[in-house]
Structure formats: structure tokens, C-alpha cells
């Protein structure tokens, strides 16, 4: 009963996915064949055979049993959806097959050279295809499974050296920016008690110094999410409509918006991605002199293949004096020095999410002022953003 619903569901994902490569369908294809083929040889053997229960049972309903199991192993091994695997296991399986085979029939010459006749020696080939053909599918899964193993490991090999490069930014970057902010807050409060400074300007750029605290707590707390797999795993994300939202809440303050956002533009990414799309519309107000501050939203979708799979490009504008060329060339090398440093966590905010997201961001100059960035995230398919069971 479970084997028949394996059944249905595999010939439902031939009907929904989409073609698969011709590694894939191979390794399928040659398991399932020799599956197929065998079953088939041995019914024409059963149906035109007249043979004693014994016979028959040794001769035809285990060899049988025997081709059920390779197609079995077909059935279990697009379950895997793992190309490199199913073609792995295809490929063995039909050595196996041919190796079997191969000694089958020497085996055969040299009994013949010797005098002794092989009655149905067809169908004692075919049990040999059979035999041989599921001890190569059970080396292929084996071989399926250390090869996984060692591109897990080697995955969690670079995130771990991944996590060690980010925490060494933050340790770097929260040392600097809190040791320079804690300093300023530090430097005013004597000032106020030793009556040099006005207490207003003073505690008004002591607020400031307390929020720009708060928004690194902020961007930690978010970085913090980033790390955790499922909160940053990839899904389809609609990223039209907080878009339009941002854009509004920014023109509310006085700033000219301009945008060019389709109705819905779904890309596949963390869900990070509309928060790291704030930070940088944020960051281009924020540090924009301009006596009117303009911003430029454009959104455009490009198809790659034939498959469907394609890139939105997510590119904001702004008449600024520009992201200082130090702080580009540090998320260039992606990482810190004593000397070369970043002035806070929202562009390595934002550089990590476009990274989790299999994505990528450039930055330019924009002319005669001001800076172009650009996300380019997956877009994400009609498969993902279909209705899921």
C-alpha cells in the first residue's frame, strides 16, 4: 500500500515538475529498464514454460520478485530528487548489470568448451542482469550517500568559517562604534557637570549617540535571525507591496520618491530581504545633505532560460554625497582590518542577506551626485510561488 502511494505521488511529480536533466531521467531510466525488462522476460518465460511448481517458483516468481525490487529502487530513489545520485545509481547499476552478465557468459563458453550444454540460457543471463543490476544500484546508493556526506561537511566547513569572518566584523565593528559612542556620551556628560557646554546641545548629541546604541542593539538582533537556518532558509517572497510601503512612509517625510515597482515582484530569498531593502533606503535619507532629498526606486525582472529561472534587479537612486570608498572597498574584501572599517552593521546587514539569499549587490556612483545599489536577487518560480499541498 505505501509502495502504490509512492507510486501516485512520483507519476503526480512527472505531471507538476519540470523536465528533469538527462542525468536524472538516465539513472532512472536504466534502473527502472532493467527492472522492467527482466519482469518482462521472465513472464514471457512463465506464460510459455510448462513446468513443475518447484520450477516454476525458483525459475520465474523469485527472478521476479527479484526485477520488483530494481523498480522499487527506481521509485526510492527519485524520491532523493538528487540528480548526482539517481545518476550515480544508475551508472552502477547498469556495471553491475554488465559485469554480471559479462561472467554469466563466460561462464556459459567454458561449460559449453567442456561439453556441457546450458538449457534457457536466456533467461539464466537475465537473472544475472537482475542480480547484478541491484548490487550495483545498492553501490551507487552507497556511493550516493558518502559523496553527500562529504559535500555536507564540506558545507558546514565554510559556514563555519563563514560565522567565524562575520563574528570577527561584529566584534570589530561593535568595539569601534560603541567605544567611539560611549566615548562622545562620556565626553558630554563632563562637560554638562563641568558647565562648558550647553546643556541642550549637549543632550541633544548625547540622544544622538544613545540612538545610534540602539540601532546597532537593532541591526544585532536582525543579524541574530540571520544565523538561524530557518528564519534565513529561502522561500518566495513578495516584495512589491513593502516596496510601495517604504516609498510612501519616505515621501510622508519630505522626500522625493520616484518609483517604477510592477504589482507584485516575488523573488526567492530570506524574508530578511524587505528589511535589508529598509536599511538601505533608510541609510540613503539618513546620510543624504542634499537640501531635497530625491530617491529613485526601480524594480526589473529578466528571464535566463527556457526553464523560467531569472534575476530581479531591485536598483535604488538617491542624490547623496555617496557611500565613502572605504566602506565599499571593506564589503569588497569582505572583511575588516585595524586600519579599514566599516561606520556601523547596516551595509554588512544588508551584504549578508543578498549573500543568504543566492544573490548579489553592486554599488556605484551616481552622476553628478549620489550612489546607485543593486540588488540582484532569484526570482522565484511559478513552481514556488504555486499552491503547495
Known sequence: MMESRTLVAWLDDLQTD???????????????????????????????ESERLYTRLLGS????????????????????????????????????????????????????????????????LTDHATVGAILGALIGSYDGQRRQQRRDLRAEHERAQQLSNRLTILNRVFRHDIRNAVNVIL?????????????????????????????????????????????????????????????????SEGVVVETAVPE???????????????????????????????LAIDVQSSRRDDEGDGTVVVQIRDNGPGIPEHELDVLERGHETKLRHSSGLGLWFVHWVVDASS????????????SIVELHLPAATATDVGPHD
Not at 97 to 120: K, T
Not at 209 to 232: F, G, P, W, Y
Not at 267 to 287: F, Q
Request: net charge positive; with cysteine.
Open 18 to 48: 519540470a523536465v528533469p536533466s538527462l542525468a536524472y531521467a538516465g539513472g532512472l531510466g536504466v534502473v527502472g529498464g532493467i527492472g522492467a525488462g527482466t519482469f518482462g522476460i521472465h513472464v514471457l518465460h512463465l506464460l510459455t
Open 359 to 370: 544573490g548579489r549587490i553592486t554599488f556605484n556612483r551616481n552622476r553628478p551626485r549620489g
Open 264 to 294: 507584485s515582484v516575488a523573488v526567492r530569498s530570506t524574508p530578511l530581504i524587505e528589511d535589508a531593502i529598509d536599511e538601505l533606503l533608510n541609510n540613503a535619507v539618513e546620510h543624504n545633505d542634499a537640501q531635497t532629498p530625491r
Open 61 to 124: 516468481f523469485v527472478p521476479m520478485a527479484l526485477s520488483a525490487v530494481l523498480f522499487v529502487m527506481m521509485l526510492r530513489a527519485h524520491r532523493h530528487r538528487d540528480t548526482d545520485a539517481v545518476a550515480r545509481i544508475g551508472a552502477w547499476s547498469f556495471v553491475g548489470a554488465a559485469v554480471i552478465v559479462a561472467l554469466g557468459v563466460v561462464s556459459v563458453v567454458y561449460q559449453r568448451a567442456n561439453g556441457v550444454i546450458m538449457a534457457d540460457v536466456l533467461f539464466v
Open 187 to 251: 565626553g558630554h556628560t563632563d562637560h554638562i557637570r563641568a558647565g562648558r557646554m550647553d546643556r541642550m546641545q549637549a543632550a541633544e548629541r548625547i540622544n544622538e549617540k544613545a540612538r545610534e546604541l540602539q540601532e546597532m542593539s537593532d541591526c544585532a538582533r536582525r543579524l541574530e535571525r540571520l544565523l538561524d537556518r530557518e528564519t534565513a532558509a529561502t522561500r518566495p517572497v513578495d516584495i512589491a507591496p513593502s516596496l510601495r510601503t517604504k516609498a510612501s512612509a519616505l515621501a
